[in-house]
């Protein structure tokens, strides 16, 4: 196998073998905070849990953002195991920290 930089492609000529090479590019490249989910072909951010749509490069189109909580049943369909593992985690992490947040900061005022 042919050794790379970041952002120069493997080219391995199997098509399975390419693939996951890019798809390993991608996710090296993004921020910490950002996960790509290659079945569907998102960027999610999941400290808030905001979905990205990816370019062709893998890179997040920024200006087209949408909350996590917004897509519809089908979207989840179309996600892999892992994929789906992770919107899900991300998803209940995001509630969790902002009900959490709120219920902590409720508690402190009654005292």
């Known amino acids: 196998m042919k050794k790379s930089k970041i952002n120069t492609p493997v080219i391995t000529g199997d098509k399975d073998t390419d693939a996951s090479l890019d798809m390993e ?11 790509a989910l290659h079945s569907v072909g998102s960027v999610l951010d999941t400290e808030v849990a905001v979905l990205y749509p990816m370019n062709k490069d893998g890179s997040a189109d920024y200006g087209s953002a949408f909350c996590l909580e917004d897509v519809d049943g089908q979207w989840f369909e179309e ?33």
Do not use: W
């Not at 209940?92 to 009654?110: D, P």
């Open 79 to 111: 996600l892999s195991e892992a994929d789906h593992l992770i919107a899900h985690q991300t998803l209940a992490t995001v509630i969790n920290n902002v009900f959490g947040l709120r219920g902590e900061s409720q508690n402190n005022e009654k005292r």
């Open 25 to 35: 590019r991608i996710n090296q490249e993004l921020p910490k905070n950002e996960i």
